[in-house]
């Protein structure tokens, strides 16, 4: 069975600043991939990063970055300059290849950027 | 934007009715999920498709039911609400295994 843990509910952060959120996974395959989103209060949910278990690269969007650790199992979202719009729930989640598609997420971290 | 649409966007129930929300759309994507969102607990999977007519369960899926009869609609039924099921509903859609999936705008459910 595959898992994601977000062990940070909340955090704070402030602007200009750098901010690493956690995540990290259980899965026995080998193929998969591993997605962050952003959603603000409004209620939407923003496609931020991707990272596929065969990347060698860390992958890079903008002032996002994914910090992927494969033998540890850890994919941690950084975000670069911390602005006030990026106040938001943060969901880290994970498809396996194996599952028909199964995509799960975890408890989600909620970052407030203070001036 | 991702042609995504779920309906209704709010809906009152009272509890021992059935409910169905519907998930459209317009990308031809293969896989269509449905989740709900309490808070502290994220967004739960409570089913998910690969294919019409292919369905499978997620983590929360008692009390749930869903059907997809073709490729743009995929349909969660409440059999018998209870107001444990209140939340929010978000339908998403994926074109493949390693591409992000889409979200619709959320449905806000409240049974009474």
């Known amino acids: 069975a595959q898992k994601i843990t977000q062990t940070q509910p909340g955090m704070f952060v402030q602007e200009k600043e750098a901010v690493t959120l956690d995540c990290t996974y259980d899965?026995?395959?080998?193929?998969?991939?591993l997605f962050w989103y952003k959603q603000p209060s409004s209620g939407e949910m923003i496609f931020l990063i991707y990272q596929g278990s065969y990347d060698e690269q860390n992958a890079t969007e903008g002032r996002y970055s994914l910090n992927f650790q494969k033998a540890r199992k850890s994919a941690n979202l950084v975000i670069s300059a911390s602005q006030l719009g990026d106040s938001a729930m943060y969901f880290c989640?994970?498809?396996?290849?194996?599952?028909?598609?199964?995509?799960?997420f975890g408890a989600g971290t909620q970052v407030v950027v203070t001036p | 934007d991702a042609g995504i649409t779920q309906s209704p966007r709010h809906k009152v129930t009272e509890t021992g009715t059935p409910v169905t929300l519907r998930c459209h759309q317009t990308?031809?994507?293969?896989?269509m999920y449905w989740y709900r969102q309490d808070p502290g607990h994220g967004l739960r999977l409570i089913h998910y498709?690969?294919?019409?007519?292919?369905?499978d369960k997620g983590e929360v899926s008692d009390g749930y039911s869903v059907s997809r009869s073709k490729t743009e609609d995929f349909l969660l039924t409440l059999e018998s609400a209870t107001s444990s099921q209140t939340s929010v509903y978000f339908c998403a859609i994926a074109g493949g295994l390693n591409t992000e999936a889409f979200f619709g705008q959320g449905t806000r459910l409240t049974v009474v």
């Open positions: 990308e031809n994507h293969r896989y």
């Open positions: 899965t026995s395959d080998q193929s998969y991939g």
């Open positions: 989640a994970m498809k396996v290849a194996d599952s028909w598609g199964k995509f799960q």
């Open positions: 498709s690969y294919g019409v007519k292919d369905t």
